[in-house]
């Protein structure tokens, strides 16, 4: 099957601009000789003014023997193909079908709704805290000892603190651990909702045992190299507890919350499908 | 049941254009690099010959004039090309040439005044460095760039030149010309306005 | 076996004698033949350089070592640096776009045929008019000797004053001339790319490396003439006795740094941004999915592109920017970690879930995005500036770019020749030898490069030719140094598989890993028309949708 379009005579005319359509550029020997001519040019400056001379005469004459192979028409070699100048037609598809295939499954193919992890978020955020402020008053016999270490991770002068500024109320330091603690909070809460989901079998494990024993891991290992200061502060099974309420309480949110499809990876029909049949394969899975 | 409905035409961009725009994009920037440095040196040369000693603009000022108006005839030139004016094509390219080499000259006799009189090599100081490179190196495109214009005059002079055949690629070529151009209305503006500061007197 | 195109398979042999070939060769302008010359030419550089590094090591094994002098030391880091990013990474990367963009975007041929030649043979004058140095140039004391300002040729390191004779013109020069090269290349890529695409092939259905070449090119049409224009500079400095970079006559040393990695950065991006490509492609291919976020990864590369632009001095903490500066490009270089890290993200997307053949090609492609998240992850280490004060100049650092250059660009270059040298050849790699080459490459750069961390941190400079016993730093070099000669092994049997392959490796055919785009719709090798008939193109994978009209992709864009 042939285009009709390739065979117009306008077209014709103008795929004579269409360049290598029947015809294929000729080798020439112009482009070595000009770039051995500018090469030895440059040489000069390091060598001998002659190898300069001898490279500015190569270089010219490549260049009139490149024009030449260019002007007033470019130098081919025809293709010994017929009907090379005709595109090949475009294959003839089958209608388009309903369901998703293998190749073209993105992970995870459902999350939970954007809110449940802003709720989650809020929800783990309250939890940790008062985990945390537990610790503090039974361990440190100060409420304030958490949020100031907290603050911390904006406040480099915290790390200089004298044990008796960590255990005092101090108003900025509070206002840095509560917008970096609500922050930090929501925006894992919103990447639970993408990751529980992947997780095999029980999200919930995954999302409230074994990110924050990760989590904590990491942390245990690397802020002693990192903040040394800071870490002789931290009670680590108390971290730990505090990581597990959070991880709970936020995954228990979010899995109360149904799972929606996304609609990457499905062809445009099957999403006007969805637009027409409603909400309703946003549905449980 | 066939579903692409698009047509499988080859609708292309001029690869001459697409080319030259390219070259003009890297030549920018070489010449922004060389401009960005004449900007940090400026007011920088604590000894010897200073721009506001050796800058005299009244004669610098014809120059730019005669380069601006050659983009204007080479316009003109390829506007009677386009019409098959071949005898008009010409002269405006004559015009065009003769422009741009009066700019050369004009570039020359100011050279060898600022090194005769004033004393301004290189060498001298950080001044002369910058000012007789970011010059020097805009002469050269200029040298160029009139090499071109110069061979498609002689090839028309030939009768090489097929109006309805070459006159895309004549018209690619000046666009060279026009960078040249509005390279040089930088290197003008850089040098001989926000550069002539007095001795120390730096941005 | 015939093409999809309908092209009967030809033998990969052609006839003619020597001259005969050698002509073919040199006067050829097809952008396959010059591709393939550009990759074998980086190759032969990358064994040249390869030797380099193997000599340092050699010295360094050992403390207080005397095996190499430290006049020759400062030759070998110049010339492998050199060597590694402008006559290998470069011209293979280069090499590589050559190849496959007329193939991938269904064109017979580059935009510019005569200028791609030429391009490539400035590179290769280039190179050897910098190797020349070794015989032809006038060194420290007189006698001939390599340029040894490192690569970055710092002034006033490059100053008369300090480099004697003309060896540091020989750098200068050498590379400007490779530099022209990679310069009309990336012109061309930019036309080629906007000219050439084969009906149907819009923007966003172009393969990934085509995106990729795309930005390089942009990158190289920035960058380059910026190094080119400050090696203009100091050529003026040394021959004319101009005072650019002279800082004792009113001249600049920062200057100099500046305008170069004005440079530099972006050139590490040109050198990373093919190997993302390979990737791209193969990893798809590999795990039998449809790439992860295409149209994310357009932007991501196009991100990449800009920000590569405006990070330059965080090559400069350590030169007193003041705390503005070296706060804006800090963070302007965290930033940049957003695009990057999108890639990585899609990759493992386009991973999870995938039906996952690991032959050699994946594997190579693995290795490079743990070696690569690796080496970025030290990258926005040294981003951070007051961590960049305590390790600007060690092996810290040689650590980082060899994490991102070796276990990111070789490893990419090494898949991508896995993968298509079927395509180029009509012979496939051996698998079991590739096998092999890819554990001793990974095992021998792990050997090398990761105790370059930990010496490093421990406070060893950079580019010294020796070091005092007992300041911790031998087991970790004598580690680096046992590396070696495992990296070698890996290389020599990559080199006795491409000679063994190319005369009885398994027959290739048209498209022997069942992939989509469309070089693998030609033979193997392709004429030298590539396409019998231009291709049409329906989608991101064209050939997909040849292949399964049932269902195409072209219904899911
Ligand atoms: C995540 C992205 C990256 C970041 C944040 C980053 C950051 C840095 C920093 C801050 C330095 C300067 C270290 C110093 O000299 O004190 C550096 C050096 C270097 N980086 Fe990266 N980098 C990244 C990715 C890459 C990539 C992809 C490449 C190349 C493929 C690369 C190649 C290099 C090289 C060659 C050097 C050393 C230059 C020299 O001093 O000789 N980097 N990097
Ligand atoms: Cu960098």
């Not at chain 1, 200061?229 to 730990?240: D, G, H, R, V």
């Not at chain 3, 050698?22 to 980086?42: E, F, N, P, Q």
């Not at chain 3, 190499?68 to 290998?88: R, S």
Request: with cysteine; net charge neutral; proline share 6%.
């Amino acid at each position: 099957m042939i285009d009709p379009r390739g065979r117009e005579p306008n077209e014709a005319a103008s795929a004579a601009d269409v360049p290598y359509l029947r015809a294929i550029p000729r080798p020439t020997p112009w482009p070595i000789v000009t770039a051995f001519g500018c090469t030895l040019l440059f040489a000069g400056i390091v060598t001998h003014i002659f190898v300069s001379v001898v490279g500015g005469a190569c270089a010219i004459i490549g260049l009139i023997g490149w024009f030449r192979d260019v002007f007033p028409h470019e130098a081919v070699e025809e293709i010994p193909v017929v009907g090379c100048e005709v595109p090949l037609p475009p294959p003839e598809f089958a209608a388009q079908t309903a369901g998703v295939r293998e190749t073209r499954r993105v992970v995870p193919e459902a999350i939970h709704p954007y809110r449940s992890g802003v709720l989650g978020g809020i929800v783990g955020a309250v939890a940790m805290a008062i985990v945390a402020c537990a610790w503090g008053l039974i361990d440190e016999r100060s409420i304030w000892m958490p949020i100031n270490l907290l603050a911390g991770i904006l406040v480099p002068s915290v790390g200089d603190a004298s044990i008796e500024q960590l255990k005092s109320f101090n108003g900025a330091w509070f206002a840095a651990a509560a917008v970096s603690h609500a922050v930090l909070s929501v925006l894992v809460g919103l990447v639970f909702v993408v990751a529980l989901p992947m997780m095999p079998r029980r999200p919930l494990l995954a999302g409230g045992l074994i990110a924050p024993v990760l989590w904590t891991g990491i942390a245990w290992a690397t802020l002693r190299v990192v903040n040394p200061t800071l870490e002789q502060y931290i009670s680590w099974p108390w971290f730990l507890a505090s990581q597990f309420a959070f991880g709970f309480s936020c995954g228990a949110i979010i899995a109360r919350f149904n799972l929606v499809r996304l609609q990457v990876g499905q062809s445009i029909a099957q999403r006007l499908d969805l637009d027409s049949s409603g909400d309703s394969n946003g549905g449980a899975s | 049941m066939r579903t692409t409905s698009e047509p499988i035409a080859l609708a292309r961009m001029s690869r001459a254009k697409v080319g030259m725009a390219s070259l003009i994009f890297m030549e920018s920037a070489f010449f922004a690099a060389f401009l960005v440095t004449y900007l940090y040196y400026i007011g920088k040369s604590t000894s010897g010959p200073q721009p506001i000693e050796c800058l005299d603009r009244g004669p610098v000022l014809f120059n730019s004039a005669c380069l601006i108006a050659s983009s204007f005839t080479v316009v003109l030139a390829v506007r009677a090309l386009a019409r098959g004016a071949i005898g008009l094509f010409r002269v405006w390219l004559l015009v065009t040439v003769l422009l741009g080499f009066e700019f050369l000259a004009g570039t020359a006799i100011e050279w060898s005044g600022l090194v005769t009189a004033k004393g301004l090599t290189i060498q001298s100081n950080a001044f002369g460095t910058t000012y007789y490179s970011l010059v020097g190196f805009h002469a050269f495109h200029v040298i160029v760039g009139l090499l071109m214009l110069v061979g498609i005059l002689v090839l028309s002079m030939f009768g090489c030149i097929d109006p309805r055949r070459d006159h895309a690629r004549v018209d690619v070529a000046t666009w060279y010309w026009h960078f040249v151009d509005v390279v040089w209305i930088f290197v003008f503006l850089l040098v001989y306005v926000v550069g002539r500061v007095p001795q120390g007197g730096g941005l | 076996m015939t093409s999809i195109t309908g092209h009967k398979q030809g033998s990969p042999v052609q006839p003619g004698g020597f001259w005969e070939a050698v002509a073919r060769w040199t006067l050829s302008v097809d952008h396959k033949k010059l591709g393939m010359m550009y990759i074998g030419a980086g190759l032969v550089f990358f064994l040249i350089g390869g030797l380099e590094a193997a000599f340092m090591r050699l010295q360094l094994a050992r403390a207080e070592n005397t095996i190499i002098d430290p006049e020759t030391f400062n030759q070998l880091f110049t010339m492998h640096g050199t060597t590694m990013v402008f006559l290998v990474g470069m011209p293979v990367l280069l090499g590589f776009g050559n190849f496959l963009i007329p193939l991938m975007i269904g064109a017979r041929d580059m935009a510019f045929p005569r200028l791609n030649a030429f391009g490539f043979w400035l590179f290769i004058f280039g190179g050897a008019l910098l190797y020349f140095s070794y015989i032809g140039s006038e060194g420290l004391y007189g006698a001939p000797g390599a340029p040894d300002v490192g690569w970055f040729a710092y002034a006033p390191l490059t100053s008369r004053t300090f480099s004697r004779g003309n060896s540091t013109d020989y750098w200068i020069l050498g590379i400007m001339v490779s530099g022209f090269g990679s310069m009309t290349t990336a012109i061309n890529f930019i036309a080629t790319i906007f000219c050439m695409r084969c009906p149907g092939m819009k923007f966003m259905r172009m393969p990934m490396i085509a995106w990729m070449m795309l930005v390089v090119a942009g990158l190289v049409l920035v960058a380059v003439p910026v190094l080119t224009a400050a090696q203009t500079m100091l050529l003026l400095d040394r021959s004319l006795g101009a005072h650019f970079f002279d800082p004792e006559t009113e001249g600049s040393a920062i200057l100099w740094q500046h305008l170069f990695w004005f440079f530099g950065h972006p050139e590490v991006y040109i050198l990373i941004l093919p190997a993302f490509g390979f990737v791209s492609e193969i990893l798809p291919v590999f795990s039998r999915k449809v790439i992860f976020g295409y149209a994310l990864m357009v932007a991501a590369t196009v991100g990449i592109g800009f920000i590569a632009l405006g990070v330059w001095a965080h090559h400069m903490f350590v030169v007193g920017m003041g705390p503005e500066l070296d706060a804006f490009f800090g963070a302007s270089t965290f930033l940049i970690s957003v695009p990057t890290g999108i890639k990585i993200f899609n990759w493992l997307g386009t991973m999870w879930g995938g039906r996952l053949r690991f032959a050699t090609p994946m594997l190579f492609v693995t290795g490079f995005v743990a070696m690569f998240v690796i080496g970025g992850l030290t990258g926005i280490m040294l981003a951070t500036v007051p961590m960049d004060w305590q390790l600007s100049d060690s092996y810290f650092v040689v650590g980082h770019f060899h994490y991102v250059l070796f276990g990111g660009t070789v490893f990419g270059i090494f898949a991508a020749i896995f993968y298509w040298f079927p395509k180029a050849t009509g012979r496939m790699l051996d698998e079991r030898l590739g096998k092999w080459c890819f554990w001793l490459l990974f095992i021998g750069f792990t050997l090398t490069f990761m105790p370059m961390h930990i010496s490093g941190v421990l406070g060893m400079p950079r580019r010294i030719y020796t070091y005092e016993a007992d300041r911790g730093f031998e087991i970790w070099n004598l580690i680096s140094s046992i590396g070696v000669p495992v990296q070698m092994a890996g290389v020599l049997i990559f080199l006795w598989n491409v000679v063994r392959s190319l005369r009885k490796g398994e027959v290739a055919g048209d498209d022997p890993w069942d992939a989509w785009t469309l070089e693998w719709s030609t033979t193997s090798p392709p004429p030298e028309w590539n396409f019998d008939r231009i291709p049409t193109c329906t989608s991101a994978r064209p050939l997909w949708d040849r292949k399964h009209p049932e269902d195409p992709d072209a219904h899911y864009e």
